[in-house]
């Protein structure tokens, strides 16, 4: 059942479609079909079934369904949505479109790999619901299924943090980002101006951030084993050089019963054959 909330700053449309040339310029869409590579690389996924979670305009569901997964894509915002649509479209691909909200979705023990990327994880006021999230995750996951988070980590973003930044598009937009950590240095609040054709908007918003710790301890309270931290997709360790923060975490295996084979995952459904 879908929980009625009250309006958060990412249902704004006017936000992601505003600033949308600035966070997906078409550099991140050529690099997707390399990062999904890597990640492949590195997780070793044991099946076939992806769920790209807040997916975004499809960047890397669309790779994943390139490569022969079957991919759910999962996004809160209808203009991100129809952009993944047409991405796929054009690239010739299917992909499961699902406009839900990442408290919401569940599908249990549907997917194989499970992708948060882009720093897609940390939006809610509420650190409880950045706990349900995960709890989700794992039970979406088969046995053995595997999560990947990729995000900008706590120790990186004390090393290069600036109060203000701008950035310009070619048109001659302009994007005015300013910062300010709070809450015990758990959040940060930002505030973008874009400027363009001589008119300025501003939107304000926030996120929890997380360093490599705190992360590895919420998917572990979430129930995840095995996770480990990288500072990139290709594997290297986390560390003060490290760009990005990456973590792998699995669902626990089937267990296995006295005769040494594995049973049927808790809670999973047989199906009715004809």
């Keep these: 059942m879908t929980k009625r909330r009250g309006r958060e700053w990412f249902d704004d449309e006017s936000f992601w479609r505003d600033t949308y040339p600035f ?24 099946g076939k079934k992806a769920l790209d979670l807040c997916c975004g305009p499809g960047r890397f569901a669309v790779s994943l369904a390139r490569k022969g997964f079957t991919v759910t894509g999962v996004d809160k915002t209808a203009f991100l949505l129809r952009k993944a649509k047409a991405l796929a479209r054009a690239a010739g691909v299917r992909v499961e479109w699902v406009k839900s909200d990442m408290r919401d979705f569940v599908r249990p023990e549907g997917f194989d790999l499970v992708l948060s990327m882009f720093t897609s994880f940390g939006y809610f006021d ?17 046995a053995g299924g595997a999560l990947l988070m990729e995000l900008l980590g706590k120790e990186r973003l004390a090393r290069v943090l600036r109060a203000t930044t701008s950035d310009v598009l070619p048109d001659g937009s302009m994007l005015v980002q300013r910062h300010k950590i709070f809450d015990d240095w758990t959040r940060i609040r930002n505030e973008w101006t874009l400027i363009r054709k001589g008119r300025a908007r501003t939107y304000c918003f926030h996120q929890t951030i997380y360093s490599g710790q705190e992360l590895r301890e919420r998917l572990e309270a979430a129930g ?17 050089d490290a760009l990005r923060l990456v973590a792998v975490g699995r669902r626990p295996p089937a267990p296995r019963d006295r005769t040494g084979l594995q049973t049927r995952a808790p809670g999973r459904r047989r199906r009715n054959r004809a």
């Design 23 to 46: 966070m997906f310029p078409q550099k991140r869409f050529a690099d997707a079909s390399d990062e999904i590579g890597r990640i492949r690389r590195l997780v070793k996924p044991a």
């Design 126 to 142: 509420d650190k409880e619901e950045d706990r349900l999230v995960l709890k989700n995750v794992l039970a979406n996951l088969r």
């Design 224 to 240: 995840f084993v095995d996770v480990r931290l990288y500072g990139d997709l290709d594997g290297r360790a986390y560390g003060p």
